[in-house]
């Protein structure tokens, strides 16, 4: 495991390194915000439409690159969510660091819903929980995979979008599928936003309706829902060993970033412009999430800071996806120039 500021120096020292003449001259293209004509259309499992996000036609040399966004964001800025959609900034970093269009894809397995002013409740519905959401990934993978003829695919996650991705490989023992897995602050071990205490406002219809009741809140609401335990490897058939040594499989070899100082999905204090809520799980227990995005077995680097990166809310958690810091450690990780 490696949590330290001196880590945390030396990745902002590469990212800045990284941004200088000698990597943009890599840069393979623009990233775009549609896929090839040729792709196949998929649809929305649950929002009976097709799915949005990016991809190109190409030659591939590397292994393909899928992105995927956390809750209520897009892949790449749309109307009315001008400032959502990092992962198409992400892409366009390692297209400008020797990766080419047509290795760059991100899937928008929420649609175009960013900021739900007619019922912000959605963020916490079917649509929005992992389980919904799977059988969207599963066939953007298998499309991508067919399309570029690659064996296997690079994943970079952030938020939601990592449970999303460890759930399809758990249902599908997908595991081979994927080489690498970048993990961005995800909520392996549930979020603090679901508990019945009165003073958690992220409960009001206005702030989400994370209710212990919600889709989101059953399946995330506490280290201890059944959902967890199954994602998490309780009962799963590995040995007792290794559950307690790994909560992921050895491959694919994973990388954890995750906020050490702030994140309001995640720790009791201050994030941003966004309040805190007591630490207390959907059960009414109290309950320590700080470490919720780690993962047993899997390399971690921790970052403090994370907000300034972050335009709107000034908040850790959505900054470190859109970091310098994060961009050059995945870079490094997936095996970059």
């Not at 001008?82 to 080419?100: H, R, T």
């Not at 290794?242 to 499989?249: K, L």
């Not at 412009?273 to 919720?292: E, L, N, R």
Request: charged share 15%.
């Amino acid at each position: 495991m490696i949590e330290s500021s001196k880590k945390a120096l030396c990745l902002g020292t590469l990212a800045v390194a990284m941004l200088g003449a000698g990597f943009t001259a890599q840069a393979g293209g623009t990233v775009g915000t549609s896929f090839p004509s040729n792709f196949p259309v998929i649809e929305d499992a649950s929002l009976a439409k097709p799915v949005i996000g990016f991809g190109a036609a190409g030659t591939v040399q590397r292994t393909p690159v899928i992105f995927l966004h956390g809750n209520n964001d897009t892949p790449y800025p749309i109307k009315g969510c001008a400032l959502f959609g990092n992962a198409q900034a992400f892409a366009q970093y390692l297209a400008d660091n020797g990766w080419s269009t047509s290795e760059l894809w991100a899937l928008g397995y929420q649609g175009d819903q960013c900021n739900l002013a007619a019922d912000q409740t959605n963020r916490s519905r079917i649509a929005h929980s992992n389980q919904a959401n799977v059988p969207d990934l599963r066939r953007f993978v298998a499309a991508v995979l067919a399309y570029t003829g690659a064996k296997k695919v690079d994943i970079v996650a952030h938020s939601l979008g990592v449970t999303l991705a460890r759930e399809w490989m758990r249902q599908d023992d997908a595991y081979g599928q994927v080489r690498r897995f970048v993990a961005v602050d995800g909520p392996n071990h549930g979020i603090i936003n679901c508990s019945p205490d009165a003073a958690n406002y992220f409960q009001a219809p206005a702030a989400g309706g994370f209710t212990p009741a919600s889709e989101v809140c059953q399946e995330l609401g506490s280290p201890n829902t059944p959902f967890l335990k199954r994602l998490n490897g309780v009962g799963e058939g590995r040995d007792r060993g290794e559950r307690e040594a790994r909560e992921i499989p050895s491959h694919p070899r994973t990388l954890v970033i995750r906020n050490t100082d702030a994140s309001f999905v995640y720790m009791p204090v201050q994030d941003g412009y966004i309040a805190p809520v007591p630490a207390q799980d959907s059960y009414g227990q109290p309950t320590d999430f700080s470490k919720s995005a780690s993962l047993k077995g899997a390399r971690e680097i921790g970052l403090t800071g994370q907000g300034v990166y972050d335009p709107v809310l000034k908040t850790a958690h959505i900054g470190i996806f859109n970091s310098p810091q994060t961009w050059a450690a995945a870079v490094e990780f997936l095996g970059g120039r």
